[in-house]
């Protein structure tokens, strides 16, 4: 089983950028086929961000992060990011960095279908 940590959270102001960066150790994410990002606000379940291929980094996004949110992936570091633009009060909450063994085409977005996943940091964006 792989160990997920995430890193890069903290304090913005609105309109401002984080990257958020997800190590792998332990199994590398060659194990994996598709990594992803989900986050959860206080009292809100947890919500899709965005989803990569390992192989051929195919990525799908959420439609409220299209255009602000980038995922990419370093296989050689074996490290997944996040780099999140623009953001405002609403995308307050912990993000976090997950792995599954399959490549989903069509329900990516469900949080049931990742087998690994890291134990979170938190964003908090100030108005």
């Known amino acids: 089983q792989v160990t997920l940590v995430e890193s890069g959270g903290g304090l913005v102001q609105a309109g401002g950028s984080l990257r958020l960066s997800c190590a792998a150790s332990g199994r590398t994410f060659n194990n994996y086929a598709m990594m992803g990002w989900f986050r959860q606000a206080p009292g809100k379940e947890r919500e899709f961000v965005a989803a990569i291929t390992w192989i051929g980094g195919i990525t799908y996004y959420a439609d409220s992060m299209k255009g602000r949110f980038t995922i990419s992936r370093d296989n050689a570091k074996n490290t997944l990011y996040l780099q999140m633009n623009i953001l405002n009060p609403e995308d307050t909450a912990v993000y976090f960095c997950?792995?599954?063994?399959?490549?989903?085409?069509?329900?990516?977005?469900?949080?049931?279908?990742?087998?690994?996943w890291g134990q979170g940091t938190q964003v908090t964006v100030s108005s």
């Open positions: 997950a792995a599954s063994r399959i490549h989903y085409y069509y329900t990516y977005s469900e949080a049931n279908r990742y087998d690994a």
